[in-house]
């Protein structure tokens, strides 16, 4: 009874010592981190409350509150950023495949403004924006200093109006002006064709359309070849797809895998994190796959591509991608705006993040400017054994097999032309007919 109770006083005692040692000052620590933290609090009041009484003109009381509130989320990273009201609207009208601008996705680097990609058909395009491009004015005015939300704000109008953008373009010696005209962007999300016997599908972004698009416009071009065993396999074209909605890009990946991860997210807490998985069924059942990549596919262009590279699925060719790696949660506020914010990256299934780094091909394949063809070489008849005078003609061939060698000749000469128009395209081509030459195993 002795020994328990000498114990008993001696864990009060371990007790009140880990208390005074250890809790006190912890709980000093924390006690004097709230108080500065409330000192800077009352420090910012300060200087909302002189610069409303001496700045050399009258201010607007929201517009400074919002651009406080703004600064201290653009000073975390490129991503994360205020929402008005108005903006928060036609973000979630964005998302749906119909907005109105000039097309571009932007993102901001060291004070300037970078051009991710300009989107598919539309007004950005067709003027010449590429990208890479810098931003650098717009009408004039110039958008170094200003936050992204503000140069966004400077490239927005009414649709039918004139825009003139100033870009720097990497091998460009004098800064390039554009005039483009806004317009209402309708995107179509994926656009579906047959190139020979190959599907192409070109994913222009990932919004609530995307992944039924693709869907459709593949089962459509399956039934016009007459089936999967006429079909060589998919080209699954991201080049220039600036991202957008999670779920879409983790739909469009388990369109193509029967099992397995297909992303992960990681926050601050390990409890934070999300595993996604795909399920059963393949839309072309095992056929095989290239995706086409460039510097413009970002965000989920690069969850998809990193997916199907992980899992061996398709080839991965072109250029590295844009490496954005990072998830943003879009949270409403009081006033029926929002707050963008960074809250956690994605991994591929290999347990790797593109973040910074992007996704690197497999087969790097440059883009190639298309080349003029000369008249005179148009037509020319290849040097060839038929060619020679005197030779001797094949009578072997039936019909069918001249029809047949008909047909291949023509398909050649569409791939050649294909090959000068879209290059990367035509490699992409290219290995599903090596890979269909092999035969089915």
Do not use: C, W
Request: charged share 25%; net charge negative; aromatic share 4%.
């Amino acid at each position: 009874m002795k020994k328990l109770m000498m114990a008993a006083v001696g864990g009060i005692a371990g007790g009140v010592l880990l208390s005074t040692q250890v809790a006190g000052p912890l709980l000093a620590q924390e006690a004097e981190r709230n108080a500065s933290v409330y000192e800077q609090l009352d420090l910012f009041g300060d200087i909302f409350e002189r610069i409303r009484q001496n700045y050399v003109e009258e201010v607007d009381e929201a517009e400074l509150i919002e651009a406080a509130i703004n600064g201290m989320l653009i000073s975390l990273d490129p991503h994360s950023s205020y929402i008005s009201a108005s903006d928060f609207e036609d973000m979630q009208v964005q998302t749906r495949g119909e907005f109105g601008g000039l097309g571009i996705e932007v993102t901001q680097e060291d004070g300037f403004v970078r051009v991710i990609t300009p989107m598919d058909d539309t007004p950005a395009m067709e003027a010449g924006v590429e990208a890479g491009d810098f931003i650098t004015a717009v009408d004039g005015e110039a958008l170094l200093g200003l936050t992204l939300e503000q140069a966004v704000d400077l490239m927005r109008g009414p649709v039918g109006s004139d825009i003139v953008i100033t870009i720097v373009r990497e091998g460009a010696e004098e800064p390039i002006d554009l005039t483009i005209t806004r317009d209402r962007i309708q995107l179509t999300a994926v656009r579906a064709r047959l190139e020979g016997n190959t599907a192409v599908l070109r994913v222009s972004t990932f919004s609530d359309q995307t992944f039924p698009n693709l869907r459709d416009g593949l089962l459509e071009l399956i039934e016009e070849v007459g089936g999967l065993d006429n079909m060589n396999g998919v080209v699954l074209d991201l080049r220039n797809n600036p991202g957008g909605l999670l779920n879409q890009a983790i739909r469009v990946s388990d369109a193509f895998l029967e099992q397995g991860e297909i992303v992960s997210t990681r926050g601050r807490e390990p409890q934070d994190g999300e595993r996604y998985n795909a399920t059963p069924g393949d839309l072309i059942e095992g056929l095989p796959m290239v995706v086409l990549i460039n510097g413009g596919s970002a965000s989920a262009s690069e969850i998809v591509a990193g997916a199907l590279q992980d899992h061996r699925r398709a080839v991965i060719v072109g250029t590295n991608s844009f490496g954005k790696g990072s998830v943003q949660s879009v949270m409403p506020l009081a006033g029926d705006g929002a707050m963008r914010l960074t809250t956690s990256l994605y991994y591929t299934p290999s347990g790797r993040s593109i973040q910074a780094l992007g996704v690197a091909p497999d087969i790097i394949v440059e883009q190639r400017d298309p080349v003029e063809v000369e008249e005179d070489d148009e037509g020319r008849p290849a040097r060839t054994e038929a060619g020679l005078r005197g030779a001797i003609e094949n009578s072997s061939l039936t019909e069918d097999q001249l029809q047949q060698l008909q047909e291949e000749r023509e398909a050649a000469e569409a791939t050649a032309a294909l090959r000068n128009e879209d290059y990367q395209l035509a490699y992409a081509i290219d290995i599903l007919t090596g890979l269909g030459a092999l035969g089915p195993n």
